[in-house]
């Protein structure tokens, strides 16, 4: 009887192991594959960082962006206060990496979800943010069982029209109840992130947009602390718009989570000239795998990129992407533009970073066209 | 000195455990989540494998569509002779669990690649797609290497205007470089898939486009069989078109993906009348997490739903979709709609089926409103 090899002793079944090796060039990665120029996001990081920092303001990075421990830690060597993240779940591995200081930029709604936040915050210094009076019993009775304490923060809504309330009575309303729970919850500020005004292009649209927020988060304060409330944090702010939030004299600290990755959205944003031009970090790199005498095509495509901001950018000159499907990127060449062939390894730049970085389990950090480290994307699919 | 209970001793860091428990009721279900309604998702595959196998041809279902090994034995158990795939990695799990003849659909390019076919091939009957020389030759040496025989699929360019070959003369001499491989390389017919008619809305493009196709592969039929090549096996065809495949005396396989699951997509398709009409099986749970005067907001986004093909629709009535963000849908109603509240669950049905179970760990099999099977999205992210 012949002895016939199992998958696991061939070395099969093993897709999830990084699709590169450290040392390797660029040519010698799997695709389709993320990476990381490391320059790129050492500048991007430290230029931000700088800008918020020198506002006498905490970044709290969101991790969400890149869901990568790897990057998470660079973020706090950076001086970095905390971080963010968008689900309870997503907090995890960022624990068990040792950051402790974690705020769940949204609200968390149902009795598994408020027991994961309890446990969580017996290991890390937790917050999350409640619209709702709901949110607050589910949280505090959740707090009080565990013996936990809970930074919660009152959203509000400045301008994005997704979560928050923007109504000072419900928001006074909410700190009391959050007081009710005393020491197991801990009102802790507000959450005021204006997200559309992230892609606004132009500077003074932005500039209003948040003067706008400022506004209205001037006009909760007065109505907490008429009530007897100190507002001791202010947060919100993205890659769009964090040096005005830095520079508002309202916010206490921001959130921004792309200016580490970029894609191909941000970079259409005009520039105020003092805030520095952010480069673009994240790639994916894709193999062509047929060659057509009107087209070519890649070997990454819907279930590689992410584009609910487009299609990804192709940065081989005279090539355009016209279309994806689940495996497949369709790319077309201007006259003249010279041939790619079977086999070659091109970039493109993501559509949209965060949703985009969520289909792969690996970032390949990359410096002077040679793989330097191997990042695990260790939160991904961590919708709970 | 207290002793802190590391994490992984409480319990955490666990999110991707299934999010219910095998009893429960659809409300106990953890959101975002999938689900699937298991009587549906029987009476689609009986319908779409009886019309095929009345026409006296074999079904090979596309795997890509749900990446997940229990529905795939399903499959197999309604006779499908095999299972498609679109990646080499995206075979393994099905192979894992005893599906012994698969086919990658694809063309596939690079050392890494053709070396898992190779290794596969010990474990499977593999075939794959090629339309360009170098294909054969990558291919070719990895099996004869591991002393293994590979089908080998020409794949041929029917109206879809992606990868393949619309020259005879290619055609035949792929053929006769796969010859070059003998045994080791087997050509075993021709790949001719017509994606973009598959979502064809009116029965008339449809039947003209698989027409087409027809003459398409009938051209090419007649130029490999004098150069002295028989062509045993023609496959493609799709959950818009199979019915036409199955009928047209041309395809002696076809294989449907999307039919076990469907989307918000597909029941746009106007049928013939003899053509069954599938039900939706694939639904999304999430739960209300923010109620505004204006809107509603859910704890699913774009990191648990594909919009390539549009915004998930919600079924509660007089409720639609507005947007998404990574981790929120928002959504208005009518007036006069009954409102919804903090924690209610809701049911949407996803835009494109493919890439939105790509984002998931699980699928929850459910039946009369109870959780039936738990079923891991095995091949999720297997994109090498």
Redesign the interface.
């Known amino acids: 009887m012949t002895h016939?090899?199992s998958?696991s002793e061939?070395?099969?079944?093993s897709?999830?192991q990084a699709?590169a090796i450290v040392g390797a060039t660029i040519d010698a990665i799997?695709?389709?594959a993320l990476i990381i120029e490391l320059d790129a996001l050492e500048r991007n990081l430290a230029e931000v960082h700088a800008v918020i920092q020198t506002a006498g303001i905490a970044v709290r990075a969101h991790a969400?962006a890149h869901k990568c421990p790897d990057i998470a830690l660079r973020q706090m060597h950076a001086g970095a206060s905390g971080i963010c993240v968008?689900?309870a779940?997503e907090a995890?591995?960022f624990?068990?990496v040792g950051i402790k200081n974690i705020l769940i930029t949204?609200?968390?709604?149902?009795a598994?979800?408020v027991e994961?936040v309890a446990?969580?915050a017996?290991?890390a210094h937790m917050g999350l943010c409640v619209?709702?009076i709901?949110?607050v019993h589910q949280i505090g009775v959740a707090a009080r069982r565990h013996g936990v304490a809970i930074d919660v923060y009152i959203e509000i809504?400045v301008g994005h029209?997704?979560?928050?309330?923007?109504s000072p009575e419900t928001a006074v309303e909410l700190a009391q109840a959050i007081a009710t729970y005393s020491p197991a919850l801990v009102f802790a500020g507000l959450q005021a992130y204006h997200?559309s005004a992230q892609h606004m292009r132009a500077p003074a649209d932005r500039a209003l947009a948040i003067a706008a927020a400022c506004s209205r988060v001037k006009e909760m304060i007065a109505a907490l602390n008429k009530a007897g409330f100190s507002v001791d944090n202010v947060t919100g702010g993205g890659t769009g718009t964090y040096a005005l939030e830095a520079e508002s004299g309202v916010y206490t600290e921001v959130q921004p989570g792309s200016y580490v990755l970029m894609d191909n959205d941000y970079p259409k944003n005009t520039l105020d000239e003092d805030v520095p031009e952010l480069k673009n970090t994240l790639y994916a790199l894709c193999?062509?795998?047929?060659?057509?005498p009107?087209?070519a095509?890649l070997?990454?495509g819907?279930?590689?990129f992410?584009?609910?901001s487009g299609l990804p950018r192709i940065v081989v000159p005279g090539w355009t992407v016209t279309s994806?499907?689940?495996?497949?990127t369709?790319i077309v060449s201007e006259p003249g533009t010279p041939p790619l062939?079977?086999?070659d390894k091109v970039k493109l730049i993501p559509g949209?970073c965060?949703?985009t970085v969520?289909?792969?389990?690996w970032l390949i950090a990359v410096r002077n066209g040679k793989v330097e480290e191997l990042w695990p994307v260790s939160a991904?699919?961590?919708?709970?």
Not at 10 to 13: C, H, K, P, Q, R
Not at 106 to 110: A, D, E, F, P
């Open positions: 016939h090899p998958i061939s070395g099969l079944g897709w999830h699709p799997d695709t389709p969400k968008q689900k779940s995890e591995p624990i068990e949204n609200q968390v709604v149902g598994r979800k994961r446990r969580l017996a290991h619209d709702n709901v949110q809504d029209r997704r979560c928050g309330t923007s997200g193999t062509v795998i047929s060659v057509c009107t087209h095509v070997d990454g819907l279930k590689s992410a584009v609910d994806l499907s689940d495996e497949h369709t062939k079977v086999g949209h965060d949703p969520n289909l792969h389990d991904r699919g961590a919708m709970f």
